[in-house]
């Protein structure tokens, strides 16, 4: 059984260029969280998805959106990079019983330069 | 507003010694409760969660940790540390009905001494 997967896991852009990311759920799960790790910090909520719709959105400006596919697969989009958008980018996953346990991916990291 | 405190940036202990990484939060009522591990380059791994009923819960690895409404805090503990616990440990709350959206603390890095 599948985890969460998460590409690319390694990438660098400048500031300015737009970048995507993308996750796969684990297998049954329908929903899915993204997360920005900074260095030395906790993960912070940026939005959830769930049937196509962001249902939550955290504290994070409009360049970050998002987008779920019907295979409940989805997609990070970040335009306008800025320096401080580098970070690791965590996707996590859950089910419909919508216990609060998330399984995460490893993580997409991104460098601004 | 929600938030969660973890005092200890980081932390050495001996193989064999126990542990106790400290959680406080900040919530409006009992919120979810848990416990993440993350080691170099990985995403994060459940330990364990705290729901309801018994404030002491247990989790993988040997880990437990107490419940206390209290304090607002959320304690975890082991026993005996192994080398391999050596990670970044994140306490997590999250709302009721929430939809599983958490907020974690900062971290407390664990590094094991032989």
């Known amino acids: 059984d599948a985890g969460v997967t998460q590409s690319p896991t390694h990438l660098i852009k400048t500031r300015g260029q737009q970048v995507t990311l993308r996750c796969s759920p684990k297998?049954?799960?329908?929903?899915v969280s993204w997360y920005q790790q900074a260095l030395g910090q906790g993960p912070q909520f940026i939005f959830q998805?769930?049937?196509?719709?962001?249902?939550q959105r955290g504290n994070f400006p409009d360049r970050f959106s998002g987008h779920q596919y019907p295979n409940y697969s989805s997609e990070l989009n970040v335009n306008a990079l800025l320096l401080g958008d580098s970070a690791l980018y965590l996707c996590?996953?859950?089910?419909?019983?919508?216990?609060?346990?998330?399984?995460f991916g490893e993580g997409s990291r991104l460098t601004v330069l | 507003a929600q938030s969660v405190t973890q005092p200890d940036i980081h932390i050495t202990v001996s193989e064999g010694a126990s542990l106790e990484l400290r959680c406080n939060y900040s919530?409006?009522?009992?919120?979810?409760l848990f416990w993440y591990v993350q080691s170099p380059g990985q995403g994060l791994q459940l330990l364990l969660k705290?729901?309801?009923?018994?404030?002491l819960v247990q989790g993988i690895k040997g880990f437990e940790a107490e419940f206390k409404r209290s304090q607002s805090s959320f304690n975890l503990r082991k026993p005996s540390v192994h080398w391999s616990d050596a990670a970044e440990y994140f306490c997590?709350?999250?709302?009721?009905?929430?939809?599983?959206?958490?907020?974690f603390g900062a971290g407390t890095r664990l590094a094991v001494h032989p």
């Open positions: 998805y769930y049937e196509e719709e962001e249902r």
């Open positions: 996590a996953s859950s089910g419909p019983s919508n216990t609060g346990e998330l399984f």
């Open positions: 919530y409006g009522a009992t919120p979810y």
């Open positions: 297998s049954g799960h329908d929903t």
């Open positions: 997590a709350v999250g709302a009721p009905g929430g939809y599983n959206k958490l907020i």
């Open positions: 705290y729901f309801s009923g018994d404030t």
